[in-house]
């Protein structure tokens, strides 16, 4: 009787929303390796089945190890799964694109736009490595790592314009707590990740300004507005944005106090700086940096994204927090649409 042996997944790197998908991978029958920058983190995943850095309280998969050697980790790995910051993806990338495999798959787990260029994470990763469209795919959806790793119910679209490489990350990454769907449309994917960090920012700044909740209903339902403004524009699927990737992905990031950039919304409400705000917060909040990106994208392609302009002149002290929101509330009156 053949056996068949287990996919072999490689993530880089350690953070909250890479352990968390390693663990997935793992439960799912993965054998997975996770690249750590730092060696007390790969230490604490080998010998204490923990990640020190992140998840000191929850015990992690036995088939789930880690190193700090790029290489070793994607030494024969089916996968490679990307979880790093958006604005290092290229460099980071480019150090590791010798040691990928001819057929492994990349999987990305980015919710950003790339400065200067104006990239998705997925037209970079095919850019700096040259592995064909078919090969990358994109992981997004209401995932909020603390809940993941608990195991708590989620679901994502694992979007790919390779249906049958879809399928496979899908199968490798399904559990009884984590339900992913497939989709082709990587662009309405990758945009709906990206964006909804923007709106996040401005539900928490209108909360730490002590608005109430019909304020962040209307900035959730007019930020899905110009979500699907620009994603459509950019050769998205409407319906794309109505789901996981989309939708979902926003009211998770915008309503839950495990959001990073609704945190960070919520600190520059209360009238921190930027500066006081990114330390307060202490991980990567994407949708500052990228703000500025996709606004630039959204002028482009001649696409009105009146709450990411607010926002993106309110990160970079053009106007004040009053300012904001009344820049908002003072535009003419029109058709909703």
Known sequence: ?????????????????????????????????????????????????????????????????????????????????????????????AAWAPHIGPDTVIVSLMKGIELGSGLRASQVITEVTG?????????????LAR???????????????????????????????????????????????????????????????GLGDNASAMLITRGLAETTRLATAMGAHPATLAGLAGLGDLVATCSSPLSRNRTFGVHLGQGLSVEQATAATRQTTEGVKSAEAILDLARGHGVEMPITEV???????????DQAAAALMQRPAKPER
């Not at 390796?33 to 923990?50: L, P």
């Open 311 to 321: 926002t993106s002149d309110l990160l970079h002290q053009k106007i004040s927090l």
């Open 1 to 93: 009787m053949t056996q068949h042996r287990s996919a072999r997944a490689a993530v880089f790197s350690a953070g909250s929303w890479g352990t968390a998908v390693a663990k997935i991978l793992a439960d799912a029958g993965s054998d997975v390796i996770v690249h750590a920058r730092r060696s007390e983190i790969a230490d604490g995943i080998n010998q204490e089945h923990r990640n020190p850095g992140y998840f000191p309280d929850i015990a992690l998969p036995a088939s789930l190890t880690a190193t700090t050697d790029p290489a070793a980790a994607l030494d024969g790995a089916d996968y490679l799964v990307l979880s790093i910051p958006a604005q290092s993806l290229r460099t980071s990338l």
């Open 131 to 143: 592995v064909s469209e078919d090969r990358v795919a994109v992981l997004s959806g209401p995932n």
């Open 147 to 209: 809940e993941i790793m608990a195991g708590q119910p989620a679901a994502a679209t694992v979007a790919c314009l390779d249906e049958d490489a879809a399928q496979r990350v899908q199968r490798a990454c399904h559990t009884t707590y984590f339900r992913p769907y497939t989709s082709t449309d990587v662009t309405g994917c990758e945009l709906g990740g990206a964006v909804k960090n923007v709106i996040a920012l401005a539900v928490g700044i209108a909360s730490g300004m």
